[in-house]
Antibody, heavy 119, light 110 residues
């Protein structure tokens, strides 16, 4: 059974950094694109970033370019999101999702981890 | 302001049918596949439809998807109270080189 478990969320001050992790199991992690999607409190879904199977291609939404970096470690079956220069508007639940069929088809999602940016 | 436009809310009675629209442009829906997601309160989204009109294993055929030009539609028949949720469309935007979602539609089953 496919499992995605996010960790690393929490309260951070504006301008601070946080690294999210997503532990994957139940499938061949190295065979799939992976993604981060976030949802601000009471708001809709926002795609954040995608990464190719071998990490050779990465895409980020404009609002996080230069601040966030998606990465992966296939040996550890893990996906990461390094978040720097955090802003209040980055406050959200961050979901790890497996990409399937097309780059915006997410067939499995984690339970999410909450990131709160506040002083 | 979302790149894809969905109605904020729709409603219908149990047993009835409802459709949810998703409007975009040639850079997204017009040239890429559309997916639909259901998000029940307090839970992670769930894939309902992919590649415009395909259902993943386990999704009942009460759910259907279609696409025409730069718009997509999710249809739900035989509405049940358990279908009350937020529904999102999503696709890739080739101009932005980014994934995009609609703002979401809240379905109320009266």
């Amino acid at each position: 059974e496919v499992h995605l478990v996010e960790s690393g969320g929490g309260l951070v001050q504006p301008g601070g950094s946080l690294r999210l992790s997503c532990a994957a199991s139940g499938f061949t992690f190295s065979s799939y694109w992976m993604s981060w999607v976030r949802q601000a409190p009471g708001k809709g879904l926002e795609w954040v970033a995608n990464i190719k199977q071998d990490g050779s291609e990465k895409y980020h939404v404009d609002s996080v370019k230069g601040r966030f970096t998606i990465s992966r470690d296939n040996a550890k079956n893990s996906l990461y999101l390094q978040m720097n220069s955090l802003r209040a508007e980055d406050t959200a639940v961050y979901y790890c999702a497996r990409v399937w069929s097309t780059v915006t088809t997410f067939d499995y999602w984690g339970q999410g981890t909450l990131v709160t940016v506040s002083s | 302001q979302s790149v894809l436009t969905q109605p904020p809310s729709v409603s219908a009675a149990p047993g009835q049918k409802v459709t949810i629209s998703c409007s975009g442009s040639s850079s997204n829906i017009g040239n890429n596949y559309v997916s639909w997601y259901q998000q029940l309160p307090g839970t992670a989204p769930k894939l309902l439809i992919y590649d415009n009109n395909k259902r993943p294993s386990g999704i009942p055929d009460r759910f259907s998807g279609s696409k025409s030009d730069t718009s997509a539609t999710l249809g739900i028949t035989g509405l049940q109270t358990g279908d009350e949720a937020d529904y999102y469309c999503g696709t890739w935007d080739s101009s932005l080189s980014a994934g995009v979602f609609g703002g979401g539609t809240k379905l109320t089953v009266l």
